[in-house]
């Protein structure tokens, strides 16, 4: 799969296989993560790899729409530090999901919304900020992988020169 495809294929799912993700096929997901560029280099991200039944069923309890967290075989927070920026965590965040994409596993960002609930649960250090969760796992064969969402059309997604120049391609 190319990274297009693995790109424009992905969608967010749900429902995985109860099996551990392979070793080699996470560590190039973790890799393609960590080579994300940050702004001048600070490189102010870090995952934390939550596999353990009891921290992911707590964990589901520090966001609001966390129903399918506790079965997912692997969760990883995104934790910003520092000055990060939202950015920042969004480009790990993407890498690693097409990254997973393209060696078979499934993945669904979820918001962490309750900060204080996960630092404290995750030991993290004070000024850390979960900028989300990932959920990933191989998908369960024959589900729909996604809720069939659409997305806006080219013209209304790009404006050419100004905002109120042509729209689409
Ligand atoms: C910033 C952000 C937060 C999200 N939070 C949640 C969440 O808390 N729970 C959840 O199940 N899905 C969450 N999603 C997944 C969205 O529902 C999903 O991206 C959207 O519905 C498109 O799905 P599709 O790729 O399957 O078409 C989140 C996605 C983003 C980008």
Redesign the pocket.
């Known amino acids: 799969m190319d990274a297009y495809e693995a790109i424009v294929t ?5 429902e995985y296989e109860q099996r551990p993700i392979e070793p080699d096929a996470l560590r190039r997901i973790v890799q393609a993560a960590r080579m994300a560029g940050s702004s001048k280099n600070a490189q102010p991200i870090r995952l934390v790899l939550v596999t353990d039944p009891e921290i992911k069923q707590r964990l589901a309890g520090c ?6 967290l506790p079965q997912s075989p692997m969760v990883a927070v995104v934790v910003r530090l520092g000055d990060s920026r939202p950015f920042d965590a969004g480009r790990v965040a993407q890498n690693m999901m097409v990254a997973a994409r393209a060696e078979g596993v499934a993945s ?4 962490i919304q309750h900060d204080e609930c996960a630092r404290q649960l995750l030991s993290l250090p004070p000024e850390a900020i979960v900028a ?1 969760a990932i959920t990933l796992g191989y998908p369960v064969p024959g589900t729909a ?5 659409q ?1 806006i059309q080219l013209d209304q997604f790009v404006y050419q020169q100004t905002w109120d120049g042509h729209r689409g391609l």
């Open positions: 992905k969608r967010d799912t749900r966001g609001d729409f966390t129903q399918h669904c960002p979820v918001g989300m992988g996604g809720r069939g969402d997305r």
